[in-house]
Nanobody, 126 residues
Protein backbone atom coordinates (compact mmCIF):
# COMPACT_ATOMS: atom_id res chain seq x y z
CA UNK A 1 0.00 0.00 0.00
CA UNK A 2 1.12 3.53 -0.79
CA UNK A 3 0.09 6.67 1.02
CA UNK A 4 0.30 10.04 -0.72
CA UNK A 5 0.14 13.43 0.96
CA UNK A 6 0.01 16.57 -1.14
CA UNK A 7 1.05 20.11 -0.43
CA UNK A 8 1.72 23.28 -2.37
CA UNK A 9 -1.68 24.30 -3.62
CA UNK A 10 -2.95 27.80 -3.31
CA UNK A 11 -4.05 30.91 -5.12
CA UNK A 12 -1.98 32.82 -7.61
CA UNK A 13 -2.47 35.49 -10.23
CA UNK A 14 -2.29 34.65 -13.89
CA UNK A 15 1.29 34.36 -15.04
CA UNK A 16 2.50 33.27 -11.64
CA UNK A 17 4.01 30.00 -10.48
CA UNK A 18 3.31 27.31 -7.94
CA UNK A 19 5.19 24.22 -6.91
CA UNK A 20 3.09 21.21 -6.01
CA UNK A 21 4.58 18.36 -4.05
CA UNK A 22 3.49 14.87 -3.12
CA UNK A 23 5.14 12.84 -0.36
CA UNK A 24 4.86 9.08 -0.67
CA UNK A 25 5.19 6.45 2.01
CA UNK A 26 4.60 2.75 2.33
CA UNK A 27 5.37 0.44 -0.59
CA UNK A 28 7.16 3.15 -2.53
CA UNK A 29 9.68 0.83 -4.13
CA UNK A 30 6.84 -0.86 -5.96
CA UNK A 31 5.68 2.34 -7.63
CA UNK A 32 6.00 2.17 -11.39
CA UNK A 33 4.52 5.49 -12.43
CA UNK A 34 3.48 8.62 -10.65
CA UNK A 35 1.24 11.23 -12.12
CA UNK A 36 -0.59 14.47 -11.59
CA UNK A 37 -4.25 14.87 -12.38
CA UNK A 38 -6.67 17.72 -12.07
CA UNK A 39 -10.40 18.09 -11.99
CA UNK A 40 -12.42 21.24 -12.44
CA UNK A 41 -16.11 21.47 -11.51
CA UNK A 42 -18.27 19.74 -14.08
CA UNK A 43 -15.33 18.12 -15.85
CA UNK A 44 -13.73 14.71 -15.80
CA UNK A 45 -10.45 14.12 -14.08
CA UNK A 46 -7.69 15.02 -16.52
CA UNK A 47 -4.19 13.66 -16.71
CA UNK A 48 -1.71 16.51 -16.50
CA UNK A 49 1.68 14.85 -16.29
CA UNK A 50 3.27 11.53 -15.44
CA UNK A 51 6.74 10.19 -14.86
CA UNK A 52 8.03 6.68 -15.40
CA UNK A 53 10.17 5.67 -12.44
CA UNK A 54 12.12 3.04 -14.35
CA UNK A 55 13.55 5.34 -16.97
CA UNK A 56 12.55 8.86 -16.07
CA UNK A 57 10.37 9.37 -19.13
CA UNK A 58 7.82 12.09 -18.68
CA UNK A 59 4.45 12.78 -20.23
CA UNK A 60 2.45 15.98 -20.44
CA UNK A 61 -0.95 16.98 -21.64
CA UNK A 62 -0.95 19.39 -24.54
CA UNK A 63 -2.51 22.10 -22.42
CA UNK A 64 0.40 22.24 -19.97
CA UNK A 65 3.33 21.24 -22.15
CA UNK A 66 6.08 23.82 -21.91
CA UNK A 67 4.67 25.34 -18.73
CA UNK A 68 4.58 22.47 -16.23
CA UNK A 69 7.43 20.19 -15.22
CA UNK A 70 7.07 16.90 -13.37
CA UNK A 71 10.01 15.53 -11.41
CA UNK A 72 10.81 12.91 -8.83
CA UNK A 73 13.30 12.79 -5.99
CA UNK A 74 14.37 10.78 -2.96
CA UNK A 75 13.91 7.33 -4.47
CA UNK A 76 10.31 7.89 -5.55
CA UNK A 77 9.29 9.27 -2.18
CA UNK A 78 8.67 12.78 -3.42
CA UNK A 79 6.89 13.95 -6.55
CA UNK A 80 6.88 17.54 -7.77
CA UNK A 81 4.90 19.53 -10.25
CA UNK A 82 6.39 22.90 -11.09
CA UNK A 83 3.69 25.06 -12.61
CA UNK A 84 4.77 28.18 -14.45
CA UNK A 85 2.85 30.73 -16.48
CA UNK A 86 -0.35 29.71 -14.79
CA UNK A 87 -3.59 30.56 -16.52
CA UNK A 88 -7.16 30.81 -15.32
CA UNK A 89 -7.97 27.54 -17.07
CA UNK A 90 -5.47 25.78 -14.81
CA UNK A 91 -7.81 26.32 -11.88
CA UNK A 92 -8.77 22.91 -10.52
CA UNK A 93 -8.32 20.42 -7.75
CA UNK A 94 -4.98 18.74 -8.28
CA UNK A 95 -4.22 15.16 -7.28
CA UNK A 96 -1.07 13.10 -7.27
CA UNK A 97 -1.37 9.40 -7.96
CA UNK A 98 0.77 6.27 -7.97
CA UNK A 99 0.53 3.25 -10.22
CA UNK A 100 2.04 -0.08 -9.18
CA UNK A 101 1.11 -1.80 -12.43
CA UNK A 102 4.20 -3.21 -14.17
CA UNK A 103 4.30 -1.69 -17.61
CA UNK A 104 6.71 -0.10 -20.05
CA UNK A 105 4.71 3.11 -20.23
CA UNK A 106 2.70 5.33 -17.91
CA UNK A 107 -1.01 5.63 -18.37
CA UNK A 108 -2.61 9.03 -18.74
CA UNK A 109 -6.00 7.74 -17.64
CA UNK A 110 -6.96 8.24 -14.02
CA UNK A 111 -8.60 4.82 -13.66
CA UNK A 112 -5.28 3.01 -13.95
CA UNK A 113 -3.86 4.70 -10.85
CA UNK A 114 -4.67 2.92 -7.63
CA UNK A 115 -3.33 5.26 -4.97
CA UNK A 116 -4.23 8.91 -4.66
CA UNK A 117 -3.37 11.97 -2.65
CA UNK A 118 -6.06 13.94 -0.88
CA UNK A 119 -6.10 16.70 -3.47
CA UNK A 120 -5.21 20.36 -3.19
CA UNK A 121 -6.93 23.33 -4.75
CA UNK A 122 -5.14 25.53 -7.25
CA UNK A 123 -6.87 28.77 -8.11
CA UNK A 124 -5.55 31.13 -10.76
CA UNK A 125 -7.09 34.56 -10.98
CA UNK A 126 -6.77 37.12 -13.73
Amino acid sequence: QVQLVESGGGSVQAGGSLRHSCAASGYTYGVYCMGWFRQAPGKEREGVAAIFAGGGRTYYSDSVKGRFTISQANAKKTLYLQMNSLQAEDTAMYYCAADLRPSSTCSRHYATYKYWGQGTQVTVSS
